[in-house]
């Protein structure tokens, strides 16, 4: 046999590797073929491949079996359960590009699942890796490397603790100042899924610089971009009032009430919630958003959605009436109980309701003139009416605290009027008798103790 006999033996072996790979690679693009490459054994045969002399085939094999684990629970675990993990992680090091962006969507892939499964790539080393891969030339790698730490972080606060402890976040605030729109955004979103479990981690963010970098890039076209920027701002701004202050202080407004009017629906709600979330800590913070005209903002926004978009609008108008009579009023003047109405008979998910429901019980809680402005918009039958229905859910119902959320919101607003000379054909005319129990409470509690006294002799008396 001839050395070209001989060599055409090996040639033929790798082309027919690569074909497989290919193969299986563009099988694991349907979803109805990954039960049948499963039962085949699959994984056992792309195993081996990751270590194959020729680059190419170790890049489409990692592809593959990204494809594969990235399909359901169960591939992934077969992943970790056939001691993959050690040489993708080895290999992301040593490897070009191409290898290495594919080994990190495969990281990737694994650790979405399931905390269980990015703990085993956060045991397998893989994280001094990744961050080792932020600081590569190639924008690529940058990218596939944060969306792995991203995906690992989101899951809890010891992930995302393990993501610092690695060194991460000094380089994804670095990959946020890239001139690449797709790993900027990919970047902002892992410091989103990062900020949000704790008041320590939001700091470990904001330390690194990340706030001045992420206000600038509201001003950025790209939609999805704003929509990871504005999500992040909103999860360092939730845990404080010192966190929301330094975004405040970032001079996000009235940049971020333009975001309201924005084309993208999950911009909307996203700066919807970061507004929110600035909103619910102090009065101050409230004022200043009334003072920058955000109130009027949200409610044309509420005005023009539908779902669960209105939501964090709707959330904010009760956030900011709750802190003082004077917000509450402010809230008022901006026309924000017609469009609260509007929600509470439009819409048909439960907890949309209840939400509204909510912020005008916020609203009329506080003086009669609050009250009145809320009875006027005809919403208390409305309240009630739900209630009374069988059909409403439990978030409709009930709040936290364990009473009634219609009741609540209605015996909020007979708080306010308790001076009004209607209160009591109110509570005549439309509290049930559950809902009366909590009205019997409320007066039990503002009763001065000399009154109770008063009126327990005069029962005895009568008895």
Same mark, same amino acid.
């Given at each position: 046999?001839?050395?070209?006999?001989?060599?055409?033996?090996?040639?033929?072996?790798?082309?027919?590797?690569?074909?497989?790979?290919?193969?299986?690679?563009?099988?694991?693009?349907?979803?109805?073929?990954?039960?049948?490459?499963?039962?085949?054994?699959?994984?056992?045969?792309?195993?081996?491949?990751?270590?194959?002399?020729?680059?190419?085939?170790?890049?489409?094999?990692?592809?593959?079996?990204?494809?594969?684990?990235?399909?359901?629970?169960?591939?992934?675990?077969?992943?970790?359960?056939?001691?993959?993990?050690?040489?993708?992680?080895?290999?992301?090091?040593?490897?070009?590009?191409?290898?290495?962006?594919?080994?990190?969507?495969?990281?990737?892939?694994?650790?979405?699942?399931?905390?269980?499964?990015?703990?085993?790539?956060?045991?397998?080393?893989?994280?001094?890796?990744?961050?080792?891969?932020?600081?590569?030339? +190639?924008?690529? /790698? *940058?990218?596939? =490397?944060?969306?792995?730490?991203?995906? $690992? &972080?989101?899951?809890?606060? !010891? #992930? %995302? @603790?393990?993501?610092?402890?690695?060194?991460?976040?000094?380089?994804?605030?670095?990959?946020?100042?890239?001139?690449?729109?797709?790993?900027?955004?990919?970047?902002?979103?892992?410091?989103?899924?990062?900020?949000?479990?704790?008041?320590?981690?939001?700091?470990?963010?904001?330390?690194?610089?990340?706030?001045?970098?992420?206000?600038?890039?509201?001003?950025?076209?790209?939609?999805?971009?704003?929509?990871?920027?504005?999500?992040?701002?909103?999860?360092?701004?939730?845990?404080?009032?010192?966190?929301?202050?330094?975004?405040?202080?970032?001079?996000?407004?009235?940049?971020?009430?333009?975001?309201?009017?924005?084309? +993208?629906?999950? /911009? *909307?709600?996203? =700066?919807?919630?970061?507004?929110?979330? $600035? &909103?619910?800590?102090?009065? !101050? #913070? %409230? @004022?200043?958003?009334?003072?920058?005209?955000?109130?009027?903002?949200?409610?044309?926004?509420?005005?023009?959605?539908?779902?669960?978009?209105?939501?964090?609008?709707?959330?904010?108008?009760?956030?900011?009436?709750?802190?003082?009579?004077?917000?509450?009023?402010?809230?008022?003047?901006?026309?924000?109980?017609?469009?609260?109405?509007?929600?509470?008979?439009?819409?048909?998910?439960?907890?949309?309701?209840?939400?509204?429901?909510?912020?005008?019980?916020?609203?009329?809680?506080?003086?009669?003139?609050?009250?009145?402005?809320?009875?006027?918009?005809?919403?208390?039958?409305?309240?009630?009416?739900?209630?009374?229905?069988?059909?409403?859910?439990?978030?409709?119902?009930?709040?936290?605290?364990?009473?009634?959320?219609?009741?609540?919101?209605?015996?909020?607003?007979?708080?306010?009027?308790?001076?009004?000379?209607?209160?009591?054909?109110?509570?005549?005319?439309?509290?049930?008798?559950?809902?009366?129990?909590?009205?019997?409470?409320?007066?039990?509690?503002?009763?001065?103790?000399?009154?109770?006294?008063?009126?327990?002799?005069?029962?005895?008396?009568?008895?």
């Amino acid at each position: 046999m001839s050395q070209r006999q001989v060599l055409q033996v090996f040639e033929q072996y790798q082309r027919a590797r690569t074909q497989f790979v290919q193969a299986v690679a563009e099988l694991a693009t349907r979803p109805q073929n990954i039960e049948t490459l499963q039962n085949a054994g699959v994984m056992a045969l792309l195993r081996p491949l990751l270590l194959d002399v020729v680059p190419n085939i170790q890049q489409t094999a990692a592809m593959a079996l990204g494809r594969l684990a990235n399909y359901n629970n169960d591939l992934a675990e077969a992943v970790v359960k056939g001691d993959i993990l050690p040489q993708l992680v080895y290999s992301l090091a040593e490897q070009n590009r191409f290898y290495k962006k594919a080994a990190a969507f495969v990281l990737r892939a694994v650790a979405k699942h399931s905390p269980q499964l990015a703990q085993a790539i956060v045991n397998c080393g893989a994280l001094d890796t990744l961050v080792i891969c932020l600081e590569d030339f +190639d924008p690529g /790698v *940058k990218e596939a =490397a944060s969306w792995a730490l991203g995906y $690992i &972080a989101r899951h809890n606060a !010891e #992930l %995302s @603790q393990a993501v610092v402890d690695a060194g991460a976040i000094p380089f994804l605030v670095l990959c946020i100042q890239e001139p690449e729109t797709a790993l900027r955004r990919i970047a902002a979103s892992a410091l989103s899924d990062v900020s949000k479990h704790s008041p320590e981690l939001a700091q470990t963010v904001v330390d690194a610089g990340a706030i001045a970098h992420l206000a600038q890039m509201i001003f950025n076209p790209d939609a999805k971009l704003k929509r990871q920027v504005l999500s992040a701002l909103s999860q360092i701004a939730k845990h404080s009032v010192d966190l929301a202050e330094m975004v405040v202080e970032a001079e996000i407004f009235p940049v971020v009430l333009t975001c309201l009017k924005d084309s +993208d629906e999950y /911009v *909307k709600k996203n =700066a919807a919630t970061l507004i929110r979330e $600035i &909103a619910k800590h102090t009065p !101050e #913070l %409230s @004022q200043l958003i009334v003072n920058a005209g955000g109130v009027a903002a949200v409610i044309d926004c509420i005005g023009c959605c539908k779902g669960n978009v209105r939501l964090p609008g709707i959330m904010m108008l009760g956030y900011v009436a709750a802190h003082s009579e004077n917000l509450a009023m402010a809230v008022i003047l901006s026309k924000a109980i017609p469009q609260l109405a509007v929600c509470l008979s439009e819409e048909p998910e439960d907890h949309i309701k209840a939400a509204a429901a909510w912020s005008l019980g916020q609203i009329g809680r506080h003086t009669p003139e609050h009250a009145r402005a809320v009875a006027v918009a005809n919403v208390l039958p409305v309240l009630l009416s739900f209630y009374m229905a069988s059909e409403s859910a439990e978030d409709l119902q009930v709040k936290e605290g364990g009473s009634p959320q219609i009741c609540g919101a209605t015996i909020g607003v007979i708080q306010g009027r308790r001076r009004c000379g209607r209160g009591r054909s109110v509570i005549e005319c439309l509290l049930p008798p559950n809902c009366l129990l909590y009205r019997i409470a409320w007066i039990t509690k503002v009763t001065p103790p000399r009154l109770k006294m008063l009126l327990l002799n005069a029962r005895q008396r009568r008895l």
